[in-house]
């Protein structure tokens, strides 16, 4: 099994700035991707940013020029740098992983509990 632990989220003024962690752990062989989503109440999980294991990373239009994802390979660990928050970014952020456990080319997606972010003056 493989455990995703998040942890950066909290209150933030607008314009402030958070930057959220998630370390993956367990049977893992190796992580092909990892990606942080986010679901505002009554709105569906929508994709923020994402980083493949080549290093190319994709963010959703909302966010570019604002947040920034990166990835500690070494500890399993992916970050999201969020700079400039607004109240629209408030929602319950997901790290998400692709990941084979073992030498067979299978691979498998694991989430993270969530983080709670709110942006409030």
């Known amino acids: 099994q493989v455990q995703l632990v998040e942890s950066g989220g909290g209150l933030v003024h607008p314009g402030g700035s958070l930057r959220l962690s998630c370390t993956a752990s367990?049977?893992?062989?190796?992580?092909?991707?990892m990606g942080w989503y986010r679901q505002a109440p009554g709105k569906q999980r929508e994709s923020v940013a994402g980083?493949?294991?080549?290093?190319?990373?994709n963010y959703a239009d909302s966010v570019k020029g604002r947040f920034t994802i990166s990835r500690d390979n070494a500890n399993n660990t992916v970050y999201l740098q969020m700079n400039s928050l607004k109240p629209e970014d408030t929602a319950v952020y997901y790290c998400?992983?692709?990941?084979?456990?073992?030498?067979?080319?299978?691979?498998?997606?694991?989430w993270g509990q969530g983080t709670q972010v709110t942006v409030s003056s």
């Open positions: 998400r992983a692709v990941v084979r456990t073992s030498p067979s080319p299978n691979r498998y997606q694991y």
């Open positions: 367990g049977s893992i062989f190796s992580i092909n991707g």
């Open positions: 980083l493949t294991d080549g290093g190319s990373t």
